[in-house]
């Protein structure tokens, strides 16, 4: 799987947009960029993933640049229980395809009131 | 909404005992997972397990860990002889569908080993 590269740390003011980038500049064509989050010691959680088209659901939005080497998260309207570590995982995907999640650092989003 | 349920939320154990650390997974869901997180460390993976059989394990996954799915609903971890740096989060997970889906997280077990 393709490494990824994220800044450490962020802050975000409460009610504002969130954005998370990660770079994954050696990306290959069969891989999907994921992100989960990490709420203080408490199992990782799902949040999105793409391909190349940018994907939009409840928690949040995920957009992918067109040659792909980078994506941005965005969560719209940060509440601080949006406070976590966010971590962006690049990994093949399909029915053959190696089910492991490897995680990297992730950024810690901090957000403020 | 269904959930992976993990118990106990915390095991303490003396070293060179052995531990259980049991999972939950959604009933619907065929691939199952355990992880581990030392104290301010990266999420590692341990081992997949799918059709009653290990499909993909880590190196961190040595002769002392072994899973087994005893029946319709429990998954469990085993250490066998547990070591101080087996101190650690265990968490669980499992998916409906291996590649594609996510997967679901349980709440973890915190061992800690004396």
């Known amino acids: 799987d393709a490494k990824t590269t994220q800044p450490p740390s962020m802050d975000c003011a409460e009610g504002r947009a969130a954005n998370l980038p990660c770079n994954h500049s050696?990306?290959?064509?069969?891989?999907?960029v994921y992100w989960y989050r990490q709420i203080h010691s408490q199992g990782p959680q799902y949040i999105i993933h793409g391909l190349k088209n940018n994907e939009t659901n409840e928690m949040a939005s995920l957009i992918i640049t067109e040659d792909r080497k980078s994506s941005t998260l965005i969560l719209p309207h940060a509440t601080l229980r949006d406070t976590a570590v966010y971590y962006c995982i690049v990994r093949v995907a399909g029915n053959n395809a190696g089910n492991m999640l490897t995680f990297g650092g992730g950024t810690r989003l901090m957000v403020k009131p | 909404e269904p959930e992976v349920t993990q118990t106990p939320s915390h095991q303490v154990t003396q070293m060179g005992q052995e531990v259980i650390l049991r999972c939950v997974p959604i009933s619907n869901h065929l691939y199952f997972y355990w992880y581990r997180q030392i104290l301010g460390q990266k999420v590692e993976f341990l081992v997949s397990?799918?059709?009653?059989?290990?499909?993909?394990k880590s190196e961190i996954f040595d002769d002392q860990f072994s899973v087994e799915r005893p029946d319709g609903s429990n998954f469990t971890l085993k250490i066998r002889s547990t070591k101080l740096e087996d101190s650690a989060m265990y968490f669980c997970?499992?998916?409906?569908?291996?590649?594609?889906?996510?997967?679901?997280f349980g709440p973890g077990t915190r061992l800690t080993v004396l």
């Open positions: 397990f799918y059709n009653n059989e290990i499909s993909e």
């Open positions: 997970a499992s998916t409906e569908l291996a590649g594609y889906n996510e997967q679901f």
């Open positions: 050696t990306i290959s064509g069969n891989e999907y």
